[in-house]
């Protein structure tokens, strides 16, 4: 059974540009959610999609969106990028995010460089 | 909202030797706790879980128990290899009929473990 995959797996952009990320979850997942980790701020949540809708919003910029097709793929896009958004981003997948199906699948991430 | 604080690493350690690595938590509900572990340049994976107050999750040597008297779910191993040196994230879920995906992770401990 395929995990998780993100691509690509590393990426260098100018400031001021907008890039756009994929995650492709385990076979059967519906839920997709979406973290940026950072050395100084760690893990934080950023989305999650859910039969291609947004279920639930982190604490970022309008600057950050993101999409969910039918699928279960999904994509988060980021425009106007600034150093600050140099970081590791991370997709999730679950089964439906219900009750014990919580259990989230991590893929390797995608190395974002804001130079 | 909900918080997760987990000792501060790094923590080094010689082979064979016992390990452990606290982890507190603050939530409103009962949340389900989880630890996941993260290897250089990889995503994470995760290690264990537990989802009810007493419950021990158990994984490849590594173990915890869901304290819900002292909010805490605290890793621990009898004895680590070198092949154990990774950064440990603790992490908590919102309640587990509440719908969400969402996971509050802890800022991480980095674990070395030499020969």
């Known amino acids: 059974k395929a995990g998780v995959t993100q691509t690509p797996r590393y990426l260098i952009k100018t400031r001021g540009q907008q890039v756009t990320l994929s995650c492709s979850p385990i076979?059967?997942?519906?839920?997709v959610s979406w973290y940026q980790q950072t050395p100084g701020q760690g893990l934080q949540f950023l989305f999650e999609?859910?039969?291609?809708?947004?279920?639930n919003k982190g604490n970022f910029p309008g600057r950050f969106s993101g999409r969910q097709f039918s699928n279960s793929r999904s994509e988060m896009n980021v425009s106007t990028l600034e150093l600050g958004d140099s970081a590791l981003y991370l997709c999730?997948?679950?089964?439906?995010?219900?009750?014990?199906?919580?259990?989230?699948?991590f893929g390797q991430g995608t190395r974002l460089t804001v130079v | 909202g909900n918080s997760v604080t987990q000792m501060e690493g790094p923590v080094t350690l010689s082979e064979e030797a016992f390990l452990t690595i606290n982890c507190t938590y603050t939530?409103?509900?009962?949340?389900?706790l989880f630890w996941y572990v993260q290897y250089p340049g990889e995503g994470l994976q995760l290690l264990l879980k537990a989802t009810k107050a007493d419950d021990k999750g158990s994984n490849k040597g590594f173990e915890a128990t869901y304290r819900k008297e002292t909010t805490s779910f605290h890793l621990e191993k009898g004895s680590v290899q070198v092949s154990d040196s990774a950064v440990y994230f603790c992490a908590l879920s919102e309640p587990w009929d509440s719908g969400y995906s969402t996971l509050t992770f802890g800022k991480g401990t980095m674990l070395l473990v030499s020969p």
């Open positions: 939530a409103t509900g009962y949340p389900s």
């Open positions: 076979s059967g997942h519906r839920s």
């Open positions: 999609y859910f039969s291609e809708t947004q279920r």
């Open positions: 999730a997948s679950s089964l439906d995010g219900r009750g014990k199906n919580t259990e989230a699948f």
